[in-house]
């Protein structure tokens, strides 16, 4: 039990805009119990898409007040924004990417992007992504 709620934890914080790592730990946990392989991968996802959803929180219903912290004009900013209108929730497909998956969610928020289609495309790609892992971990035992 443990073991799951050390990978729910890691996933979810990975997710978030906190520099964490989550398939470090997934990977140890498969290594573990492989036989848990589709649990792991299932507790993993829905931690990371319950952290981007976070992200997406915090840019949908705070983004007036994240302004305040974050000069708009930044070129980070200003980069992630262009970004986002430039390939619109396609880009969601990329929220599995480590470090600029975090940013997608976040704009994705702030772009005012629909929680349906958000959810749906963000977990298309994480689970896809530790599905892909965990084969990879279990073919190499």
């Known amino acids: 039990m443990e073991i799951y709620l050390s990978l729910f934890g890691s996933s979810l914080l990975a997710a978030t805009l906190i520099p964490a790592q989550s398939e470090a730990v997934l990977i140890g946990s ?8 589709f649990h792991l991968v299932a507790v993993a996802s829905v931690g990371n898409v319950l952290g981007a959803s976070i992200n997406w929180a915090m840019g949908r219903f705070f983004s ?3 302004q305040r912290f974050f000069d708009p004009e930044s070129g980070a900013v ?8 430039r ?5 969601l497909f990329a929220s599995w990417v480590p470090i600029i998956g975090d940013p997608i969610t976040f704009i994705s928020g702030v772009m005012k992007e629909p929680l349906w289609r958000f959810v749906l495309i963000v977990t298309f790609a994480k689970v896809t992504r530790y599905l ?3 084969f990879l971990t279990i073919s190499s035992l």
């Open 87 to 91: 390939w619109g929730w396609v880009s």
């Open 132 to 134: 892909v892992l965990g």
């Open 78 to 85: 200003q980069r992630a924004v262009q970004w986002y209108q």
């Open 30 to 37: 498969i290594l573990l119990i492989p036989d848990a392989l």
């Open 64 to 66: 007036d007040r994240c």
